[in-house]
């Protein structure tokens, strides 16, 4: 009321501008379902998981859950920082619906979990931002709610408290409880949901397989970068395939990697290398054209340089793809815009056989006796 008084009196006009920060976006999750919701920054996947927890209502359209919802939307929400961390614990736990008898049976095993024994009786406000989030989480995920909301406050904890979560996460969605969960660790969304909403701008762009669900996601912004590129440098990655003898590429199959390369200059003693990383971005291995003493010319227009391998040693799963173009001296082109793929076992090998997340990234050729 203030600025609008003020600005009469200055004779100002007052700009208002609506933003919709979803737009028309409608999906079912039935019950037991894990789903990652995935996009970039400012798509909408904070304010649609505010909203599904009642937190902010929405502008039009309707919520209809069913059970009993546990939210962990941000470090501290539904705490108080006067009170201490073993208080906290039943007064989260009453703002999630919980009964005092409920919280006092799972008591031990939220202090176990959340390793705050020692503080306690410590007000809140003492807490680290990384203490704070143990506890909340331990609070949302051993009181049994039907629906687990969390969204991307795991990126606060260290790395073997995440660790914890993502293994106590599996065990809620198979014991049957559904999971709504937000991150841009596309690591934790593979192993953890069954399902993604990709979401852009807003609006659902696409609900799918979790697998085919961050390829998309990885892509959305992979088609405007070429052309940014395209714009810009004389010499640019155009284009990236890979071509498997199977119809998709699989664990131990002959695989080839190719790449066209746009110039307007002709260049020579040019170098190609393909760096294969995994989902988080760290680097695998290097197929380098280098390593084999091979150099070549690259003509004005579009050239096509491929390298192939005899057997893939990756497990399934989802990986991501860097090409470098230059000659040792000069970087030409180097494409780190996020190119995704997915590896998927062979027919006559069963996905359970192949390594788990535990045992590595490659499966090597063996001979057993």
Known sequence: MRERMTSALRFEKSSIEDFWALNDVSFEVQPGESIGVIGRNGAGKSTLLKILSKITPPTSGRIVSRGRIASLLEVGTGFHPELTGSENIFFNGSLLGMKRKEIESKFDEIVDFSGVEKFLDTPLKHFSSGMQLRLAFAVAAFLEPEILIIDEVLAVGDAEFQRKCLRKMGD??????????????????????????????????????????????????????????????????????????????????????????????????????????????????????????????????????????????????????????????????????????????????????????????????????
């Open 172 to 369: 809620v969605s198979k014991s049957g409880r559904t999971i709504l969960f937000v991150s841009h660790n596309m690591a934790a969304v593979q192993n953890l949901c069954n399902k993604v909403i990709v979401l852009d701008s807003g609006s659902v762009k696409k609900i799918c397989p979790a697998a085919e669900g961050i390829i998309h996601y990885h892509n959305l912004s992979q088609k405007t970068e070429i052309i940014k590129t395209a714009s810009h440098k004389p010499t640019y990655v155009s284009d990236i395939k890979i071509d498997s003898d199977t119809v998709n590429v699989c664990t131990f199959q002959s695989t080839s990697f190719s790449t066209e390369v746009t110039s307007s200059i002709a260049l020579n003693n040019v170098l190609i290398g393909f760096g294969i990383n995994d989902i988080m971005g760290g680097r695998l291995f290097t197929l380098f054209s280098k390593f084999n003493d091979q150099r070549y010319r690259v003509h004005v227009g579009k050239n096509i340089f491929s390298v192939r391998i005899d057997s893939l040693p990756l497990k399934p799963g989802i990986y991501t793809m860097e090409v470098y173009v230059g000659d040792g001296a000069t970087v030409y082109d180097y494409y780190d815009r996020g190119f995704t793929f997915e590896v998927v076992a062979p027919p006559t090998i069963h996905h359970h056989s192949l390594p788990d997340d535990s045992q590595g990234h490659f499966v090597l050729n063996q001979e057993w006796k």
